[in-house]
Every structure is written in structure tokens, then in C-alpha cells.
């Protein structure tokens, strides 16, 4: 058992984090790792979105006994506007863009665009040498209780695998809202997600009003 601490992203730890990212999801993400996405391609995107979430101020990380961090959840107000430099990111991500921009446009349509309503789970991962001791429980865990300390009303998230969905809906009582099937999307009427090894993208939901 690693000696593990968790603490707010800040721009102390943007290096260590970006990293994380990179590691996490370029390789075990089921979206990021099908589309042929380099290495410093990802890596430029992780980079402009951690900046901007260490400016909301609303993200987790986890960090081991050597000051590195292992594991974080990237959280923001759904509500809000791009990273800087999002349109130098590579076009190789339209896909991913796309196909979470569809279920996010499906949530809000019938519901207030305003600030400070919606609380933002988009990115959560731990290295996979660090898994199997609750990390990610306990970043869902930390994010929820600061979401009600800053009066969200709702809590949003896509979750793109089997197992970031069984774990916001067994242990924290998200609710399925949307999906989309991936064999069925289509990127500029390619099947871009065909042979991905997952079902569904999911939109959940948990309320904390």
C-alpha cells in the first residue's frame, strides 16, 4: 500500500499531472487509445486542460509518498468556456469532442445554461500501477463532497468504459440519463468507434441538491 495523499490540482503539480494524463488515458482509455493519437499530440491537450482546471480550482488529485501524482479527477462547471489554445489541439480528437458534445447537448436542452448549477466530472484515471486501492473511489468521493460545498446542484459526467460506469453507479447512485452506442456513432459518416471494446458512452447524473 503506497503512502497516498489528496489535495486540489495547482499549478505545483501541473507537470506530474499532465503526465498522469497522458499515461492514463493515451493508453487505457477506449475512445483515445482507438483513434492513433501520438504521444505529444495528447500531451499538448492534457497540458491546456489541466491549466484550466487548476483555474476552476475544482479538481483532485492523488499523489504517492515521492510526490508524484497517480491519480486525478479533472472537474469544472459544465457550464464554462474551452481552454485556451483548444483549437490547435490535434484533429485526430474530433471524434472524442463529438461524441461527448452530443450527450452534453442532449442533457442541457431542456435545462438552465447557467453557472454553478452543473459540476463536471471530465476526466478521472489512475496509473495503472496505483489501481486496486481505491484512488479513484476516493477522488469521485473528495470531488462530490467539494461540488455540495460549493452549492452545485447537480453533478454531470460522461463515462466512456464499463468501469468508470459501474463505479459511479454502484458506489455513488449516478443515474444513467443518455448513451450513446458506439458501433452505431458516425464522425463525417465514418464508424470511427466500431471495434472499440465497449458498449456505450454514457451521460450520468447525481443529484446533490
Same mark, same amino acid.
Given at each position: 500500500m503506497q503512502n497516498l495523499t489528496y489535495t486540489l490540482l495547482t499549478e505545483d503539480d501541473l507537470t506530474s499531472a499532465v503526465k498522469c494524463v497522458v499515461e492514463t488515458f493515451l493508453y487505457d482509455e477506449p475512445m483515445t487509445k482507438n483513434l492513433g493519437i501520438t504521444a505529444k499530440e495528447f500531451e499538448y491537450f492534457a $497540458?491546456?486542460?489541466?491549466?484550466?482546471?487548476?483555474?476552476?480550482?475544482?479538481?483532485?488529485?492523488?499523489?504517492?509518498?515521492?510526490?508524484? *501524482? *497517480?491519480? /486525478? #479527477?479533472?472537474?469544472?462547471?459544465?457550464?464554462?468556456n474551452p481552454p485556451s489554445g483548444i483549437e490547435n489541439v490535434t484533429t485526430k480528437?474530433?471524434?472524442? /469532442?463529438?461524441?461527448?458534445?452530443?450527450?452534453?447537448?442532449?442533457?442541457?436542452?431542456c435545462r438552465a445554461k447557467e453557472r454553478n448549477i452543473f459540476f463536471h466530472m471530465f476526466m478521472l484515471g *489512475?496509473?495503472?500501477e496505483s489501481?486496486?486501492?481505491?484512488?479513484?473511489q476516493k477522488l469521485v468521493a473528495n470531488s462530490i463532497k467539494l461540488a455540495k460545498s460549493k452549492s452545485f446542484s447537480k453533478i454531470v459526467t460522461e463515462a466512456?468504459?464499463?468501469?468508470?460506469?459501474?463505479? /459511479?453507479?454502484?458506489?455513488?447512485n449516478f443515474k444513467e440519463l443518455h448513451k450513446t452506442d458506439y458501433k452505431k456513432f458516425e464522425n463525417n459518416r465514418l464508424k470511427v468507434?466500431?471495434?472499440?471494446?465497449? $458498449?456505450? #458512452? $454514457?451521460?450520468?447524473?447525481?443529484?446533490?441538491?
Open positions: $497540458k491546456i486542460i489541466c491549466e484550466k482546471m487548476i483555474e476552476e480550482k475544482l479538481s483532485y488529485i492523488c499523489k504517492d509518498g515521492s510526490n508524484r *501524482v *497517480v491519480g /486525478f #479527477c479533472l472537474n469544472e462547471d459544465l457550464i464554462t480528437m474530433e471524434p472524442i /469532442f463529438n461524441i461527448l458534445e452530443k450527450l452534453d447537448k442532449l442533457y442541457l436542452k *489512475v496509473l495503472r489501481r486496486g486501492q481505491g484512488i479513484a466512456t468504459n464499463i468501469n468508470s460506469q459501474t463505479l /459511479f453507479t454502484k458506489k455513488f468507434f466500431q471495434n472499440i471494446g465497449e $458498449k456505450y #458512452c $454514457k451521460l450520468l447524473e447525481l443529484n446533490i441538491s
